[in-house]
């Protein structure tokens, strides 16, 4: 063994060359895959800011629809006698309001006796004996006698956006389908 064997020297420069090479394309890597968990990371915290807002948005979009209804004031046991209270708090009219007494759901709007169903206006009109208005104005209210009527009360109206409500003998607001049977 004498001296070197030059003839193996270019490929053991070729060898070292391409060990550089791949410890510089190792290192590269550890970098790109640093890179992409930081970019998942930013990516996931604004897909949570993102959906955070997106549920802010809903939620402000369902208090503007509900805005007006919840402004429909409903009281009983008003006054000395067993009166029924409701007033229009809102800015707007509400349209189509229908008080319904009972259990049983008439097929017309015509008055029955016992469980029945009333279709309100103002109540100089009830009072007159006119017929009453689609439209009750913003800040009208009206009383209505509880005293006979026994079983469940139910109103309805339709908004100033058009979309059905319904509030229960309990207070509870309900958006009401068109379709969905009840008056």
């Given at each position: 063994?004498?001296?070197?064997?030059?003839?193996?020297?270019?490929?053991?420069?070729?060898?070292?060359?391409?060990?550089?090479?791949?410890?510089?394309?190792?290192?590269?890597?550890?970098?790109?895959?640093?890179?992409?968990r930081e970019q998942q990371q930013f990516i996931a915290e604004q897909s949570m800011n993102l959906?955070?807002?997106?549920?802010?948005?809903?939620?402000?979009?369902?208090?503007?629809?509900?805005?007006?209804?919840?402004?429909?004031h409903v009281e009983e046991g008003y006054g000395e006698r067993n009166l029924g209270f409701l007033?229009n708090g809102s800015d707007a009219p509400i349209y189509d309001l229908v008080i319904q007494f009972?259990?049983?759901?008439?097929?017309?709007?015509?008055?029955?006796?016992?469980?029945?169903?009333?279709?309100?206006?103002?109540?100089?009109?009830?009072?007159?004996?006119?017929?009453?208005?689609?439209?009750?104005?913003?800040?009208?209210?009206?009383?209505?006698?509880?005293?006979?009527?026994?079983?469940?009360?139910?109103?309805?109206?339709?908004?100033?956006?058009?979309?059905?409500?319904?509030?229960?003998?309990?207070?509870?607001?309900?958006?009401?389908?068109?379709?969905?049977?009840?008056?």
């Amino acid at each position: 063994m004498g001296g070197i064997d030059w003839g193996d020297a270019p490929t053991w420069a070729a060898g070292a060359f391409a060990a550089g090479a791949a410890y510089y394309a190792r290192g590269t890597l550890k970098s790109q895959q640093k890179q992409i968990r930081e970019q998942q990371q930013f990516i996931a915290e604004q897909s949570m800011n993102l959906a955070l807002e997106r549920e802010e948005l809903r939620q402000a979009s369902v208090e503007r629809r509900e805005r007006q209804a919840r402004l429909v004031h409903v009281e009983e046991g008003y006054g000395e006698r067993n009166l029924g209270f409701l007033e229009n708090g809102s800015d707007a009219p509400i349209y189509d309001l229908v008080i319904q007494f009972g259990n049983e759901v008439p097929a017309t709007g015509a008055p029955i006796i016992g469980n029945r169903r009333i279709t309100y206006g103002p109540t100089s009109q009830l009072a007159a004996g006119l017929l009453p208005r689609a439209v009750f104005g913003a800040g009208e209210a009206l009383t209505f006698d509880l005293k006979h009527e026994a079983g469940k009360r139910l109103i309805t109206f339709r908004d100033d956006a058009g979309v059905n409500w319904s509030i229960s003998q309990h207070g509870k607001l309900e958006e009401v389908s068109q379709g969905s049977g009840t008056p």
